[in-house]
């Protein structure tokens, strides 16, 4: 990652430079695109996730296709259709596109510095949730200096740039030193969270353990965890949020054993434009990742499967919503509308 300087996905010599997620944790390996296909490719088949990394490679793609096609062109309005539709859930990918095409007028070097800003504004943002959640754990704990996180999927540097989401909370609790543990799901079917989270928290020489799915709820309710931190995909008008499947669950354990369960994403996640979870699209993946592990089949040939990516945890199981900007405590009887920055 020497190229990247520590992040995870940027613009490099005309091209877009980011790590390998299919790789890792065995090896860290860096793709070099520089075709809107290839974008569009690894967007799909996760080698770039997470709502804040593919809202920027988004806005790289746009700029790809700019210097590529030329803006105004029917090559360059395919691609960033493309780009655009390359996976339905997460809002900040078409939301990214949208803004960095609007700038199109004013040629590929514009695009390209709208697109810079994007990552910008995606880095700051990151410091800013970590240092607002850190903050509001203090608060919501009671001033502890010893918190357990659980947390699911990966919403780190691999998923934002740099430092995350919910896991730059984690972070900046553990650089305050008020982290205890932090307790990663392994988030089937992909294992995002034994492959990257666990791979991060290491990075960063954070204590931590790893779970199987199924025993969050269990842990939740046996006192393991002081705080649910989850990161969002998309955040409806109404504070509903969808988040990696699994973390509809985590929600109901929390609220049933009387753990504060907090979201923590980016202005850029919420869509005021939706106005519940009802009527978030939810991406429906292949076979293979379920009947399939590593490659290996694990279910009888033939084996039909449901494989929702996201679910949907409704606004009144929601503690609080954590933004670069503000922190909306939903619990309190606060809305998205009614708390700005």
């Not at 005021?272 to 991406?283: K, L, P, V, Y």
Request: aromatic share 2%.
């Amino acid at each position: 990652m020497s190229e990247l300087g520590g992040r995870t996905l940027d613009w490099v010599d005309g091209a877009i430079l980011m790590v390998d997620q299919t790789k890792l944790p065995t090896s860290v390996e860096m793709l070099r695109i520089t075709m809107v296909s290839d974008l569009v490719d690894a967007i799909r088949r996760l080698s770039v996730r997470g709502a804040p990394a593919i809202g920027v490679a988004g806005a790289f793609g746009v700029a790809l296709a700019a210097s590529t096609n030329g803006v105004g062109t029917p090559g360059f309005e395919a691609d960033v259709e493309s780009i655009r539709s390359a996976r339905p859930t997460a809002v900040n990918l078409a939301k990214m596109v949208d803004r960095v095409v609007s700038v199109s007028g004013g040629g590929p070097e514009a695009v390209l510095a709208e697109a810079m800003a994007v990552r910008n504004e995606e880095l700051a943002a990151s410091l800013h949730m970590g240092d607002r959640g850190a903050d509001l754990m203090a608060e919501i704990t009671g001033g502890s200096g010893s918190i357990r996180a659980l947390t699911i999927c990966n919403t780190g540097g691999l998923a934002s740039v740099e430092r995350g989401t919910a896991l730059a909370v984690i972070q900046t609790l553990h650089e305050r030193g008020c982290l205890e543990e932090a307790i990663a799901l392994e988030t089937r079917p992909l294992l995002q969270g034994a492959r990257l989270t666990a791979w991060e928290l290491q990075q960063m020489a954070a204590p931590f353990r790893l779970i199987v799915d199924s025993a969050g709820p269990h842990l939740i309710s046996r006192g393991f965890a002081d705080v649910v931190l989850a990161g969002a995909d998309r955040i409806a008008a109404n504070g509903d949020t969808a988040n990696k499947i699994g973390t509809f669950s985590l929600a109901l354990a929390a609220r049933h054993s009387g753990v504060p369960f907090v979201i923590v994403a980016p202005e850029s996640t919420i869509d005021m434009a939706t106005a519940c979870g009802g009527d978030i699209q939810i991406e429906n993946r292949g076979d293979d990742e379920v009947v399939c592990f590593g490659g290996v089949p694990v279910a009888p040939e033939g084996t039909r499967t449901i494989n929702p990516a996201f679910d949907v945890t409704p606004s009144d199981l929601i503690t609080a919503i954590v933004t670069d900007t503000r922190v909306v405590r939903l619990d309190q009887g606060e809305t998205l509308d009614t708390v700005r920055s």
